[in-house]
């Protein structure tokens, strides 16, 4: 359906996505003139369908709300999340760039049959201005909780509104679908990274997970990078519209594939209270299973198929970035505890993964940070975790098995290991779109293809004075300082693994090995 874009000049139109060009609207018209501008944005919104606006930079905001026909507002920025339940459970949560009234999804097991409609909630965001240059912002984020699906099904759904009807004709391109876990463990693959931000290779690095067809995604926290200078504190600099561009951008990936996020130092927005995660509680709906998901939206878990999930929050335990330090004062740690003890005495979990934004073992520019050690991996040891992913640094590094501080079995390219025995595999997977760091002086890459070991490696971790403790380190296995991610195959049955592969922006494969344990 061809709509002429009234109030934008055709070539500008075509350059801009959905959010851009209401933002453009916004900034440029008086409530009067938007009335009648954005109405065929909107249209054109309906038209652009499932696969989701492209990348976009941020532009004004209104200082003052508007109000517009729902007919006239066309959702984006749509992202999937489950809930405690992976199997019965889903949310929906998408943006709106305008107030709407009475929100839903339709939801139906044929995408021309959205016969069921569930009420949704606006969770509306309020940004103060904090300078000429950044005015004040009105966010509205927008959630659906689906509950009692049925286990191992695909589900069509549209998003809507008064005026906005996504089952209407016009309206049919716009909707999407997503499958719910299966009732009993069958092989299926997850992806991972963490350090995404807005830019064209955080776009291409979507598209190439895409491709691996996830049954879920985890993103290990410094999301959006709205917030620039990540100390959490009112002095760092930030602009709330970013979020716009980057849910547009994130869009047509997270429109099926759950997008599991937890929080990193640059996710603390310290204009939102409780701790900073006010904005983040406003834009996601993730399992509210943790400890308090009001003030740790980013702490929780699931099960899905033979693998158990843990989400932590660092800047909790934090020696490098203290803003948020002891901010559950200890609650997420015992919460932890219990939870790991939970997935073990569960029979139907062959493997648990846990993951969190700082670095527990790296050789990068943030390097190791002792408050993670100190907090947290005694519990992972006694539990048996058997992946542990992060961010923080931007590039890929994964050490050996380490047990008790050490190496407890060499883990080269394409090899196996028993966490049982060998110890714990750890991965620095934030190579995902911001620029990328590296390593120390003298240190090469090592990855498959192009394998450059090193005894040892001189690093250092954070400790509790915020001093940098110099270490040399032998578990350094593979490096690679380029845009990629993890993508992982869990095998269920009588011979369960994880089969865990990296790939680079590309796609092609920089590292892979496999995770086997031994009697339960």
Request: hydrophobic share 35%.
């Amino acid at each position: 359906m061809d709509t002429p874009n009234v109030g934008i000049p055709a070539p500008l139109a075509a350059e801009l996505s959905m959010p851009e060009q209401h933002a453009y609207l916004r900034a440029k018209f008086s409530r009067r003139t938007v009335l009648a501008g954005s109405f065929a944005a909107a249209a054109a919104a309906g038209a652009a369908g499932c696969e989701g606006p492209s990348a976009a930079r941020p532009r004004s905001a209104p200082t003052t709300p508007v109000r517009v026909h729902g007919r006239m507002v066309a959702p984006f920025g749509r992202h999937l999340a489950f809930g405690a339940d992976p199997r019965t459970q889903m949310r929906i949560s998408w943006q709106v760039p305008f107030a709407v009234k009475s929100p839903y999804v339709r939801v139906g097991s044929k995408p021309w049959d959205l016969s069921q409609k569930i009420e949704a909630e606006v969770r509306d965001l309020h940004t103060p201005a904090l300078s000429k240059k950044l005015p004040a912002v009105e966010q509205y984020y927008v959630h659906a909780a689906l509950d009692g699906l049925a286990p191992g099904t695909t589900y069509y759904y549209g998003v809507g509104h008064d005026g906005f009807d996504p089952a209407s004709p016009e309206r049919m391109r716009t909707v999407c679908s997503f499958r719910t876990a299966p009732a009993t463990a069958e092989t299926f693959v997850f992806t991972a990274f963490g350090d995404q931000g807005v830019s064209h290779h955080a776009l291409s690095t979507d598209q190439v997970i895409r491709g691996q067809n996830p049954a879920f995604h985890l993103h290990a926290g410094d999301i959006c990078y709205a917030d620039t200078t990540g100390h959490g504190e009112e002095s760092d600099t930030y602009d709330a519209r970013v979020w716009d561009t980057f849910l547009a951008q994130t869009e047509s990936v997270a429109k099926s594939v759950p997008w599991m996020v937890t929080t990193g130092n640059h996710d603390m927005e310290a204009w939102y209270s409780p701790n900073g995660y006010g904005g983040q509680y406003a834009r996601w709906s993730l399992p509210d299973n943790g400890f308090d998901p009001a003030s740790a939206p980013g702490v929780y878990s699931f099960r899905y198929g033979n693998v158990g999930v843990v989400a932590l929050d660092a800047n909790d335990v934090s020696y490098e970035i203290t803003a948020n330090r002891g901010c559950t004062d200890g609650r997420q740690t015992a919460w932890l505890d219990r939870r790991l003890r939970a997935l073990r005495a569960d029979d139907a979990v062959d493997f648990v993964v846990v993951f969190f934004h700082h670095c527990a073992y790296s050789t990068s520019t943030h390097a190791s940070d002792g408050g993670v050690r100190d907090a947290w991996l005694e519990l992972f040891t006694r539990h048996q975790v058997d992946l542990v992913v992060n961010g923080h640094n931007h590039v890929y590094e994964r050490t050996d098995a380490i047990k008790d501080g050490k190496v407890g079995k060499p883990v080269p390219v394409g090899a196996s290991t028993d966490p049982t025995r060998d110890g714990i595999v750890y991965v620095t997977a934030g190579g995902a779109g911001k620029d990328l760091y590296g390593f120390g002086p003298g240190v090469k890459d090592s990855h498959e293809g192009n394998v450059h070991d090193h005894e040892s490696i001189a690093t250092f971790r954070w400790t509790r004075s915020r001093d940098h403790a110099p270490e040399t380190v032998e578990w350094s296995r593979v490096r690679y300082t380029g845009f990629s991610f993890l993508a992982v195959e869990a095998t269920a049955g009588a011979h369960p693994r994880l089969s865990v592969s990296a790939l680079a922006g590309s796609g092609e494969r920089i590292d892979h090995f496999e995770v086997v344990r031994g009697s339960r």
